[in-house]
């Protein structure tokens, strides 16, 4: 017979309910997303909730911090602040270019991005220039 075996201690540890990211950690978010403070903190309170609502195993992580960095690069949410480097984004990318942007040129959606930029520069969409 066969001695029973104990499982595995179970590693890392679930996010207390009260969660607040360190600031390092919001630092760390704003430089890496061009966030402001406010968008920091609204994503934490996103990432807080998600992470504690998870139940069991998949709410259990060995390294948090490693979680946060990694929800932070996936987060869809842009920056509030308008102009500048963070501010301006592109179709087909969310980090503002790149790969995925010129991957994106020559698609049918490339009309709709030009007439949306020229409207936002000011411009009438509507004047295709065939009278």
Same mark, same amino acid.
Request: net charge positive; aromatic share 10%.
């Given at each position: 017979?066969?001695?029973?075996?104990?499982?595995?201690?179970?590693?890392?540890?679930?996010?207390?309910?009260?969660?607040?990211?360190?600031?390092?950690?919001?630092?760390?978010?704003?430089?890496? !997303?061009?966030?402001?403070? *406010?968008? &920091?903190?609204?994503?934490?309170?996103?990432?807080? %909730?998600?992470? @504690? /609502?998870?139940?069991?195993?998949?709410?259990?992580?060995?390294?948090?911090?490693?979680?946060?960095?990694?929800?932070?690069?996936?987060?869809?949410?842009?920056?509030?602040?308008?102009?500048?480097?963070?501010?301006?984004?592109?179709?087909?990318? !969310?980090?503002?270019?790149? *790969?995925? &942007?010129?991957?994106?040129?020559?698609?049918?959606? %490339?009309?709709? @991005? /030009?007439?949306?930029?020229?409207?936002?520069?000011?411009?009438?969409?509507?004047?295709?220039?065939?009278?």
């Amino acid at each position: 017979m066969r001695a029973k075996t104990r499982p595995a201690a179970a590693s890392g540890s679930r996010l207390a309910s009260d969660f607040t990211p360190p600031a390092e950690w919001t630092a760390w978010a704003m430089a890496e !997303r061009g966030w402001t403070a *406010a968008d &920091a903190s609204a994503e934490a309170d996103v990432f807080r %909730d998600y992470w @504690v /609502a998870q139940p069991g195993a998949a709410g259990r992580k060995a390294d948090w911090l490693a979680t946060w960095r990694n929800w932070v690069r996936r987060s869809r949410r842009q920056s509030s602040i308008r102009g500048g480097e963070h501010g301006q984004r592109t179709f087909g990318d !969310r980090r503002g270019g790149g *790969a995925s &942007a010129a991957r994106d040129r020559g698609r049918p959606l %490339d009309g709709f @991005v /030009a007439a949306l930029r020229e409207v936002q520069a000011g411009g009438n969409a509507d004047d295709d220039g065939r009278g």
